[in-house]
């Protein structure tokens, strides 16, 4: 199914956008239940609020001997299908309304990929990059001490996310152990290290599932200009657990990634074959930023999102394309690796100008599927090998595709299309509700209707 191919530059912005990421997901919520209409009254509201929202303030010692405070937040906003589930983040930004609204995403996307998790965010107000790794560690220690049984294997398990890793889930694990003994706590946290029970692939996996979803996409929406990845120019903003993954197997399918980015900036390839990735590793490691690579052009994370490439796979951080500069993004399709990098208004933008998004909730969610595959084998005490874990997980992959497809297709045949030659002032779009339905509403309405089935079919207590 094709968009309309229309050439929308909008710099106006007369109206400042609101950026609250909670606001942002109920907005979303809300264009995709105008397709629910037979939904009990009632319903959607419990369904968009967060079940619990945990704030914590804890000392922590530093290495220069002085103390300092740290806030943190765990919001568990669903366990409808099972334990809350959602990574842990480290960053300056990290808000309240922030973590509800990607606990929130973390409800859809267990729904949508099917696995039976609740949703569940955390994130600490810190940064990391002039924190020490003893720091880190008392912080993460802290942390979790503070969250203390209100995280669990069975009620809320935690997951890496922005400035987390294999080894702050290690931390993690250990503490709860300690606080816990005699028991197997190995699921009470996923993305730990192999030896310490991770699972084969979990590394690789949020980025593997964007490029499974892609590559199901583009089979089955026939898109001009993207029938194989063969090819392809793709730009990464982000080249961290999951950007630099990605850039590395969109390659290893036939992709040239032209530019790729990180908080310092971004390098640009000029040279036809795209960038040279081992190269771009090394040096990242040296110098703690790709930017400076020789025989690159050196860009702005702003020129990223604006370079004329097939492929825009943003990988970092939410509000990245916003009313202001939607207009001018040039890929053909959009693979949101990150967790709402697009506003509503700039999705309206993108779906003016043509350009198909793949929607975080379904785009990357891989990695929650991965740790699905790694809780199991933790309960379990087993250890799959990587190619059982590929498998599995390009089949849950291909069918939460084939279902958001088959429902944007259904919608869209529904609903009047959009009207391609209307003159509608792009800053004021056509409500969702009143014309076209884009991916990320149709994979919101699949999780949405399976969530509504099994409230009910549960039944509201008492
Ligand atoms: P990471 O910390 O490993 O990497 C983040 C990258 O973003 C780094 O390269 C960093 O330099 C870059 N960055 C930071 N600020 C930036 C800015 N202002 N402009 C451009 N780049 C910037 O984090 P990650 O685990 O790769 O997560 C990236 C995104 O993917 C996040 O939105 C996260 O929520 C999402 N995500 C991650 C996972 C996972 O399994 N790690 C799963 C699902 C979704």
Not at 10 to 21: F, H, R
Not at 96 to 104: C, H, I, K
Not at 229 to 234: A, D, E, P, S, W
Not at 298 to 309: A, Y
Request: charged share 25%.
């Amino acid at each position: 199914m094709e968009a309309p191919q229309t050439d929308v530059v909008s710099e106006t912005n007369d109206q400042a956008e609101d950026l609250d990421p909670f606001h942002i997901s109920h907005q979303q919520f809300e264009r995709a239940a105008v397709h629910m209409h037979d939904l009990r009254s009632g319903l959607i509201d419990f369904l968009k609020s967060p079940k619990r929202s945990l704030c914590v303030c804890f000392p922590v010692e530093m290495d220069d001997d002085s103390v300092q405070t740290f806030h943190g937040y765990r919001v568990l906003h669903n366990r409808l299908l099972g334990a809350g589930k959602g990574g842990i983040r480290y960053h300056p930004d990290v808000t309240l309304d922030e973590v509800r609204s990607l606990a929130t995403l973390m409800t859809w996307k267990c729904a949508l990929i099917d696995v039976p998790f609740g949703g569940a965010k955390g994130g600490v107000v810190c940064d990391p990059k002039s924190l020490s790794t003893g720091e880190l560690r008392r912080i993460t220690r802290r942390f979790i001490t503070e969250l203390g049984d209100n995280i669990g294997p069975h009620t809320d398990i935690p997951a890496p996310d922005l400035y987390t890793n294999a080894q702050t889930m290690a931390w993690i694990y250990d503490t709860y152990d300690i606080m816990h003994p005699g028991r197997n706590n190995r699921p009470v946290v996923t993305g730990k290290p192999i030896d310490l029970g991770g699972s084969a692939g979990r590394d690789k996996a949020t980025a593997r599932g964007c490029l499974y979803a892609a590559e199901r996409f583009m089979e089955l929406a026939k898109v001009p200009g993207l029938a194989s990845l063969k090819g392809l120019r793709v730009a990464i903003q982000g080249f961290g657990e999951v950007g630099s993954v990605a850039a590395d197997l969109f390659q290893d399918e036939g992709a040239i990634i032209i530019a790729v980015s990180d908080s310092s900036g971004g390098i640009f390839s000029e040279n036809g074959n795209g960038l040279d990735l081992e190269a771009v590793q090394r040096y990242k490691q040296e110098h703690g930023t790709v930017v400076g690579l020789p025989e690159t052009r050196t860009i702005t994370n702003e020129d990223l999102l604006q370079i004329d490439c097939d492929i825009l796979i943003p990988a970092a951080l939410g509000n990245q394309i916003r009313k202001d500069n939607a207009g001018h993004v040039k890929a053909k399709l959009i693979v949101e690796a990150a967790n709402g990098p697009i506003t509503p208004a700039a999705d309206d933008i993108l779906y003016q100008k043509g350009i198909h998004v793949i929607p975080d909730i379904l785009a990357n969610a891989g990695g929650v599927t991965v740790s699905y595959y790694e809780w199991v084998q933790n309960n379990e005490n087993q250890q799959w090998d990587l190619g059982d874990v590929n498998r599995k997980l390009q089949i849950k992959v291909y069918r939460a595709v084939d279902a958001v497809v088959d429902r944007w297709r259904t919608l869209n045949s529904e609903n009047k299309g959009p009207d391609e030659t209307s003159t509608d002032d792009i800053d004021h779009p056509v409500p969702h509700a009143d014309g076209y339905v884009d991916l990320r509403t149709a994979a919101l309405v699949v999780a949405i209707r399976r969530l509504t089935d099994i409230t009910l079919e549960r039944g509201i207590w008492p």
